[in-house]
Structures are given as C-alpha cells and as structure tokens.
Nanobody
Framework: QVQLVESGGGLVQAGGSLRLSCAASGRTFSSYAMGWFRQAPEKEREFVARISWSGVSTYYADSVKGRFTISRDNAKNTAYLQMNSLKPEDTAVYYC????????????????WGQGTQVTVSS
C-alpha cells in the first residue's frame, strides 16, 4: 500500500515558480514509478511528467518540457515537481500518482493517487 499527500500549491503570477511535493508512505516506495497529472476546470485529467523508480528515466508532456522538472528522493519517500516560468494555462489541480513497474503517461495505469493541490497562475 502507498499513500500520497501533495503540498506546495498556491497562487502565483505568470512567470513565477512553485515546487510541488508528494510525500509517500510505504517501505516499497523506491520500487514505484511516479507521475504527475493535472486537471483544469471543464477538462480531462492530463499527463504532466513521470519518473522511473531509480530517478534515471524522466519524461514530460510537450506543454511543460523545458519548464518543469520531476525528481524524487527515495530516502525521504518524496517526489517533486519543480515548475518554472508558469503560465495561466498551467492553472489546474495537480495530482501525484504511483504505480508498480515502469513509468507511464496513461493515468489509468497508476494505482495510487494523492488528494491533489491547486495551482493558480494569474496573468
């Protein structure tokens, strides 16, 4: 079992930065791939970034590539999403998720989800 709790969301101006954290429970955390997803009002949940269990392999949606960085610290049982150069279109509820095996861009393959944290970017 893995429990996930996100934090770090808030209101920022366009061009600003935020770092989201995802604290995970469970001693098997290091064997889980992690992903970040987001859902804007009236839109479907979309993939943002994923990272392998080792942290070596990462992958990003084109919309955030070059601006966002996903990372993890297995010793702290925590995953992160560093968001720079934020745009109004980044406004959404951000969710972290965990799955066994390799990383995935498909939300349906993730077993565990956090409660979400709101990110609002003003123009």
């Amino acid at each position: 079992q893995v429990q996930l709790v996100e934090s770090g969301g808030g209101l920022v101006q366009a061009g600003g930065s935020l770092r989201l954290s995802c604290a995970a429970s469970g001693r098997t955390f290091s064997s889980y791939a992690m992903g970040w997803f987001r859902q804007a009002p009236e839109k479907e949940r979309e993939f943002v970034a994923r990272i392998s269990w080792s942290g070596v392999s990462t992958y990003y949606a084109d919309s955030v590539k070059g601006r966002f960085t996903i990372s993890r610290d297995n010793a702290k049982n925590t995953a992160y999403l560093q968001m720079n150069s934020l745009k109004p279109e980044d406004t959404a509820v951000y969710y972290c998720a965990a799955r066994r095996g390799g990383g995935s861009t498909w939300s349906g393959t993730y077993e565990y989800w956090g409660q979400g944290t709101q990110v609002t970017v003003s123009s």
